[in-house]
Nanobody
Framework: QVQLVESGGGLVQPGGSLRLSCAAS????????MGWYRQAPGKERELVAV???????RYADSVKGRFSISRDSAKNTVNLQMNSLKPEDTAVYYC???????????WGQGTQVIVSS
């Protein structure tokens, strides 16, 4: 079992920045991949950025060059630095961990990001 707790969402103007953090606890040694997904109203949940334990990253095309994912293994956290935010980035952002040999997905409770003037 892995528990994930997100923080850092909020309201920001277009062009602004936000930093999301996710703290993991529980069976953290079994985590293979950690990252972020988002779900906008009326849309399916989509991958934003993920990072493997080996440091490999994957980003959605829509956020490349604007968002950056990082992991702090000592603190068991994964962070998402979001710059040059656009209204279309508005969504609930979910922290995700893929755990164990069966690649079980765990989710945080979600944090709202609103980009609006």
């Amino acid at each position: 079992q892995v528990q994930l707790v997100e923080s850092g969402g909020g309201l920001v103007q277009p062009g602004g920045s936000l930093r999301l953090s996710c703290a993991a606890s529980g069976s953290i040694s079994s985590i293979n991949v950690m990252g972020w997904y988002r779900q906008a109203p009326g849309k399916e949940r989509e991958l934003v950025a993920v990072m493997s334990t080996g440091g490999s990253t994957r980003y959605a095309d829509s956020v490349k060059g604007r968002f950056s994912i990082s992991r702090d293994s000592a603190k068991n956290t994964v962070n998402l630095q979001m710059n040059s935010l656009k209204p279309e980035d508005t969504a609930v952002y979910y922290c995700n961990a893929v755990v164990g040999a069966q690649f079980t997905y765990y989710w945080g409770q979600g944090t709202q990001v609103i980009v609006s003037s």
